[in-house]
C-alpha cells in the first residue's frame, strides 16, 4: 500500500473525493474533543483562540464529514516546534506559509485506505479578523444564504467529486460575496485585542 506522500494528486482526490453529508450533530462534540487536546498539547504557547469553522460549524448545513478549527497562536512562536508537536500527535502538515506569519494546515482522519471515522482541517494563524469566522457567522445566521451554498456545494461536489481544487474555486465567488457582507454587518467582530 502506497504511503500519502508518494502518492500523485489525482491518486489522493480518488482516495479522498468531495463526500457531502447531513449534519452531524456530533461534529459539535468532535470539535470540543480535539480543541481540548490542541490545548493540552500547545499548552506552553500563547493560544489565542480556536474556533470551530467551516460547514460543519453550521447547524443543520450539509458538509463535508471534516472538522475544521482556526486555532489562533500569538506571533514569534516557534513554528518548527509546533510542527513536530502536532504531528508526534497525528496531524499532518499538509501547508506552510511562511510568508504569513508562518500560517500552518494540517489534516488528521486521512489514511491510506481512505478516511477515517473522524476528520479534521487545522489551520494555525496569527490573531487576525478572519473572514472564516465572520463567514460561518453570517451562514448561522441567516439560513436562507446557507441554503444557497449548500445547493451550491452539492453541484459542485457532483461535478468535481475527485477535483478538490476546482471544488473550492466553485465555492469561492460565493464566499467572498458573503465574507464581505459579513464583514458590513458584524464590524470588527474578531478583531484581535492585544
Known amino acids: 500500500m502506497k504511503d500519502l506522500k508518494n502518492m500523485s494528486l489525482e491518486e489522493l482526490w480518488k482516495l479522498f473525493p468531495i463526500i457531502l453529508k447531513e449534519h452531524n450533530p456530533e461534529y459539535k462534540i468532535w470539535y470540543e474533543e480535539e480543541k481540548d487536546k490542541l490545548t493540552a498539547i500547545l499548552r506552553d504557547y500563547d493560544i489565542y483562540r480556536i474556533n470551530h469553522i467551516g460547514s460543519t460549524s453550521v447547524a443543520g448545513l450539509v458538509a463535508k464529514p471534516t472538522v475544521d478549527i482556526l486555532l489562533e497562536i500569538k506571533d514569534g512562536y516557534a513554528a518548527d516546534e509546533v510542527i513536530g508537536l502536532l504531528q508526534n500527535n497525528g496531524w499532518i502538515l499538509m501547508a506552510r506559509d511562511e510568508g504569513a506569519k508562518d500560517a500552518l494546515d494540517f489534516n488528521k482522519g486521512y489514511t491510506p485506505k481512505g478516511f477515517a471515522q473522524k476528520v479534521y482541517h487545522l489551520h494555525i494563524k496569527h490573531p487576525g479578523d ?8 453570517y451562514l448561522q445566521k441567516y439560513p436562507d444564504v446557507a441554503g444557497e451554498y449548500e445547493n451550491l456545494k452539492l453541484g459542485l461536489g457532483e461535478q468535481f467529486e475527485h477535483d478538490r481544487d476546482a471544488y473550492t474555486k466553485g465555492k469561492s465567488d460565493f464566499v467572498h460575496i458573503y465574507t ?3 464583514w458590513e454587518e458584524f464590524k470588527n467582530r474578531y478583531l484581535p485585542i492585544m
Not at 130 to 137: A, M, T
Open 130 to 137: 478572519w473572514g472564516e469566522l465572520y463567514f460561518r457567522d
Open 180 to 182: 464581505q457582507k459579513a
